[in-house]
């Protein structure tokens, strides 16, 4: 057996490690904070023209990042239209690879087990159809863990094109690759071996409707045993944004197998048959250097974002990556975050002359 399909059998979360920062923040707050206390969190200050909206906006389009401190909001509801000044079109969320529950309107919980490991991602980067921001509303903070971390998308992407694996990701681009479960193979059960199931994350009980909806999204589809939905998607890893007017990192390893070396119930499984998997756009395996070289790049450019409760953060999807470590609560302990996604936009790829 050679080393490239030995790491393709075995877990590899105790040999690759995911720090997620330096230890020192690459944006500092007073880039990307704005001091909610002086203000009244009135309607008034929800106007456009307001200051309050002004300066989230000029804070926005400069870093790509925004988020409201000391906002005294509790109400999701309330949080949401803040968070609305700048995501003017929410969109509901459909075809997610993850399951989320709805919270209100379109405010979603996160779709994700505390105790994973969420590695570094831009949302939605697995689809034709991505959105170009991503907002999260601070319910119920820890008082010393559970910080989410963002990367910088123009320092990581000058990075990896730097070495021979961006060159890589730059000339074959990636394929991710899904499996859904059937929710009908597992009523009454724990779900040993599930993720999510092709019901919940096309909101369909018809295969016919599910895989036409996924066809819609660009995902090649094939069923397996047990009405596994399998599905492939070929993409760039990198993405135009005209703001910028360049090719920004888009891909990450949030995608590939490793994502669930510490997930309950699908951790056991080898990366081939996990709900979730990334290769080359040719079909072949990062090698363990490279995935290393892959979470280093983002690890190496993190900001950490301790929450407290109240806080409103917006989150340019090209310019920002986000992901955390795996959070363990203590007793009588919760953290709750509510998401918000918006605006959707049809992926247009790299662009050659954009590099
Ligand atoms: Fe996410």
New binding site residues.
């Given amino acids: 057996m050679t080393l490239l399909e030995h790491t393709n059998l075995a877990p590899l979360s105790d040999q690759l490690p995911q720090r997620f920062w330096t230890g020192t923040s690459f944006h500092a707050p007073a880039d990307y904070e704005v001091d909610c206390s002086p203000f009244d969190m009135s309607d008034a200050d929800l106007q456009p023209d307001s200051e309050l909206a002004q300066l989230m906006q000029r804070t926005y389009g400069d870093v790509g990042l925004v988020v409201l401190r000391n906002t005294g909001l509790t109400n999701p509801t309330r949080m949401r239209e803040f968070a609305q000044i700048i995501v003017r079109q929410d969109m509901t969320y459909e075809g997610g690879a993850n399951p989320r529950n709805r919270m209100e309107g379109n405010v979603y919980e ?1 779709g994700a087990p505390l105790v994973a490991r ?1 590695p570094y ?1 831009h ?1 939605m980067a697995y689809l034709g159809k991505s959105t170009s921001l ?1 907002s999260f509303l601070c319910l119920d903070p820890l008082s010393d863990t559970g910080a989410t971390f963002v990367s910088d998308g123009v320092a990581s992407t000058d990075a990896i094109l730097a070495t021979p694996l961006g060159q890589k990701l730059k000339d074959l681009g990636v394929c991710y690759h899904r499996s859904l479960t059937d929710a009908e193979n597992f009523i009454g059960e724990v779900g040993y071996g599930v993720y999510n199931h092709w019901q919940k994350s096309f909101g369909t009980e018809d295969p016919a409707v599910a895989q036409a909806k996924a066809e819609v999204l660009g995902l090649i589809v094939e069923w397996g045993e047990n009405r596994l939905m399998q599905t492939r998607y070929y993409n760039p890893a990198f993405e135009y944004f005209a703001a910028l007017d360049r090719n920004m990192l888009y891909a990450s390893l ?1 995608d590939h197998g490793l994502w669930f070396d510490t997930w309950p119930l699908v951790q056991h499984l080898p990366f081939r048959d996990r709900p979730l998997h990334m290769t080359y756009g040719d079909d072949s395996e990062f090698t363990r250097n490279e995935l290393q070289q892959f979470i280093d790049v983002y690890d190496e450019f993190g900001t950490k974002l301790d929450w407290e409760r109240g806080d409103v953060a917006v989150i340019c999807n090209y310019r920002f990556a ?2 955390r470590p795996g959070i363990v609560l203590g007793e009588g302990e919760t953290r709750k975050l509510g ?1 918000l996604l918006g605006e959707q936009f049809e992926r247009v790829g790299q662009r050659n002359d954009k590099w």
Avoid: D, Q, Y
């Fill in positions: 996160i969420l991602h949302e991503i949030a986000h992901g998401v």
